[in-house]
């Protein structure tokens, strides 16, 4: 004999409430900047070089610009920041300050993953290819959320040189973007060895930090 069949009654309880999407919202967006946040200290700490893979600064210039950068929300895009232009003779300790500032930057909370270079090795990186242009891996710099850009001037200048730092800081000083450059040029000779173009934009842009003393790789 079949069951009788069991009348329907709707599903008992309370109707659940309608979803807060706004809430959802922000949620989901607290968890993808955490995901940002996590992944901007590991690629950080994948891509330092042994040499500065534990550099700390107590430079309160570079400790300040990282605490301001860490609190701007990066992971929809760029945001404007402020930009380091650290000055010093050769072995005075500018990679390792400079490379401290991405480390307390990450560390703050910082959620852009810094792209970092040399002028050298950007320029060979941009260098055209056979059969590829150079731009593709320009826009790898210009429109890096954080950048940093070691040794300016350091490389021979040639018309090209000159015209991919134009370039390049022109786009960073344009789009106010957080950039941190060193270069053992003495502040004097900016000018003449980057040429007034881009000495101008570095100038109004970026806060200048000297850093003074000996040689440290002789003195070890
Ligand atoms: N504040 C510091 N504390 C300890 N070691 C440092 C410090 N600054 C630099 N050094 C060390 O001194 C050497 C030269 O520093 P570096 O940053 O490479 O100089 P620069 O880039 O000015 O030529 C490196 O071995 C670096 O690790
Ligand atoms: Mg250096």
Not at 36 to 49: D, Q, S, V
Not at 149 to 173: C, F, M, P, Q
Not at 174 to 191: A, K
Request: aromatic share 6%; hydrophobic share 40%; proline share 8%.
């Amino acid at each position: 004999m079949t069951e009788p069949r069991k009348a329907f009654s709707p599903p008992s309880g309370a109707i659940p409430p309608p979803i807060d999407w706004a809430a959802e919202d922000a949620r989901v967006a607290t968890e993808y900047r955490e995901e940002a946040r996590l992944r901007a200290r590991r690629e950080l700490a994948k891509a330092l070089p042994p040499r500065y893979a534990s550099a700390d600064t107590d430079l309160p210039e570079l400790a300040a610009w990282a605490a301001a950068l860490a609190v701007k929300d990066m992971t929809n895009g760029p945001a404007k920041g402020p930009a380091l232009l650290l000055l010093g003779g050769t072995g005075v300790g500018k990679t390792h300050a400079a490379i401290a500032a991405l480390r307390r930057y990450v560390a703050a909370g910082g959620d852009a993953t810094p792209v970092m270079t040399t002028a050298p090795d950007l320029y060979a990186d941009l260098r055209p290819k056979s059969g590829k242009t150079g731009d593709v891996s320009l826009e790898r710099y210009t429109d890096a959320k954080l950048l940093m850009v070691d040794d300016l001037g350091a490389a021979k200048t040639s018309e090209w040189v000159e015209e991919v730092n134009y370039r390049l800081i022109n786009h960073r000083y344009n789009h106010e973007l957080p950039t941190l450059f060193t270069s053992n040029v003495p502040p004097r000779e900016l000018g003449a060895v980057l040429g007034e173009r881009v000495t101008s934009r570095l100038t109004e842009m970026c806060r200048m930090v000297v850093l003074k003393g000996p040689d440290r790789r002789r003195a070890a």
